[in-house]
């Protein structure tokens, strides 16, 4: 005799909770159309007997509520999203609904501990901010709530989310630096933090392999952390100083200038810098820093307009929105050193 199939078992096979199997079966709110017509289908297959339940349509999903959840490390870069969460919480007030806001911390993190406000589906939509890891995020989207996340993908993780175009952002800063006639640009991020500092490196790459630079190993620091003395030894150790750096956000632009400015490389006449975000980092440095300016606000309210739209379209292909970044002008980006003493030497 075969072992007897188990709600588990169903779970296993779709990679959802078995907490959301028995909403599907039992026709509870939190689980959507589609993962309820998959548990039925993958239950049916594996020959587990229940009883179809009529259910309305989620009766209890209007709250009233909205969810913004993120790590206590994204909470704790104010600058960055502290605007977002403004736009958002305006966003939300305008169609008379309420914000609710959950750091994650680690422990929770590591250990898939949802807010009590999810676990209990008293939330009508979640937006999650930033990164948690994968798990975490399916755990919450297996609930069925409708969610968005912002500033965060990942092949593993199907739902909708609001994303600069990084690609792009990177590709227009770095072109910067080419058009000024700089070929030996280093990069500097740690492309293991974030989905986003990989793909700015691809942006970096792209733009120079379009200009018919040969990218140099010496040059990719792709581990860099935002620490003083990890950006000081690397711009130490390289065997020939870049012209011109581009760093993934103002936080190693400012390292990087200041470590420029303790080996006595002038910034912008010995060496250019250009970084992303366009934050307060980039205009406290001095010189202010050229940088990639994102609308926060944008993000907040196409986040909260996605989100209200996946509630009405549940069956709806998820999408991406690429928002795009614009090139904002400082002081710290110049012509190459070599072009200038071509130019300035007597003819």
Known sequence: MGKRVTMQDIADRLNITKNSVSQALTGKPGVSEHTRKEVYKVADELGYSYTPKTH????DTKTGNIALIASDFAFSMKSFFGEIFLSVEEEVQKRNKSLLLQSVNKHANENLTLPSFIEDHSVEGILILSHLNNDYINKVLATGIPTVLIDHHH???QADSILTNNRFGAYTAVQHLLELGHKNIAYVGNINFSPSYQERLEGYLLALKDYGVEPKEEYLFTNALEEDE?????IRQVPVQPTAWFCVNDGLGY?????????GVNVPTE??????DNGQLSKLSSPRITSMDIDL???????VEKLFWRAENCNEPFQETLLPA????GESTNIAPEIK???ESPK
Not at 230 to 234: D, E, G, Q, S
Not at 255 to 263: I, M
Request: proline fraction near 5%.
């Open 56 to 59: 309305s349509r989620q009766p």
């Open 155 to 157: 092949p593993a993780i």
């Open 230 to 234: 990890v950006i000081n030894n690397f």
């Open 255 to 263: 390292l990087v200038n200041s470590g420029l400015k303790l080996y």
């Open 271 to 276: 060496a250019s810098i250009c970084s992303f």
């Open 297 to 303: 606000k944008l993000f907040g309210r196409k986040a």
């Open 326 to 329: 614009k090139l904002v002008e």
């Open 341 to 343: 003493r071509k130019s």
